[in-house]
């Protein structure tokens, strides 16, 4: 029982262009939701996050958003740079408090030049 | 630059030995985590610690594996008799209760192969 979704396996995206990878969720307990990026042979990063009371947040590149009635959020990145390619983490937790993220499966981007 | 150092890198071992894995947090960090990269299943929490107490360890299979924390700077997993689908990118994570919450700093993981 997934309760964090990325249906998207791959992602194939021109430079320059936009990317939008999509994640949804099953548990309504979730309160904060992240994004993380991995490329090959590393951990995971940080990418952007975001709180249930926000619909949107923004930071350089990278805008993430949230639509709480349809569990649903996406990460946009504009424009997409070869360096974007990698595979994407969402993440949720039932809180900030330390708790545990729980991961989708990922979607892997590529940004051809 | 902190980091979340974990070791072995790689590991190849046979059916049936124990393995263990390290990983230090980083310094200050009260929250400790062990996930699981496999292809079929994504990233898995197998368990995780506040403060060195265990706090949950529910997706761990318990007749093999176990994870500790003798110190503030030491976490180790334990897989005993390890099996070939104990084969998997296990990678440690720690961070710091608070707001606002910058999420979790992973390490760069152990690739387990068990033949």
């Known amino acids: 029982d997934q309760q964090v979704k990325q249906n998207s396996p791959s992602l194939s995206v021109q430079e320059g262009r936009i990317s939008i990878l999509n994640c949804d969720y099953t548990?309504?307990?979730?309160?904060?939701f992240l994004w993380y990026k991995k490329y090959p042979a590393e951990g995971p990063t940080f990418l952007i996050s975001?709180?249930?009371?926000?619909d949107k947040n923004e930071d350089g590149r990278f805008t993430v958003f949230l639509n709480k009635s349809a569990k649903h959020l996406s990460l946009h990145i504009v424009p997409s740079q070869p360096g974007d390619s990698a595979v994407y983490f969402c993440?949720?937790?039932?809180?900030?408090?330390?708790?545990?993220?729980?991961f989708g499966k990922g979607t892997t981007l590529s940004v051809s030049s | 630059d902190a980091r979340v150092t974990q070791t072995p890198r790689h590991k190849v071992t046979e059916m049936g030995q124990e393995v263990t894995m390290r990983c230090q947090p980083i310094?200050?960090?009260?929250?400790v985590f062990w996930y699981r990269q496999t292809m079929m299943q994504g990233l898995e929490l197998l368990a995780y610690?506040?403060?060195?107490?265990?706090?949950?360890d529910s997706g761990m299979p318990k007749d093999r594996f176990s994870a500790e924390m003798p110190d503030a700077t030491l976490a180790t997993l334990k897989i005993q008799p390890s099996e070939p689908r104990d084969s998997a990118v296990y990678f440690c994570?720690?961070?710091?209760?608070?707001?606002?919450?910058?999420?979790?700093?992973f390490g760069s993981g152990t690739r387990l192969t068990v033949v």
């Open positions: 994570a720690s961070g710091l209760v608070g707001n606002p919450f910058y999420g979790y700093t």
């Open positions: 548990n309504s307990m979730f309160d904060y």
């Open positions: 975001i709180s249930s009371i926000k």
């Open positions: 993440a949720a937790t039932p809180n900030q408090a330390g708790t545990a993220l729980i």
């Open positions: 310094l200050g960090h009260n929250t």
């Open positions: 610690f506040r403060n060195r107490a265990p706090l949950d």
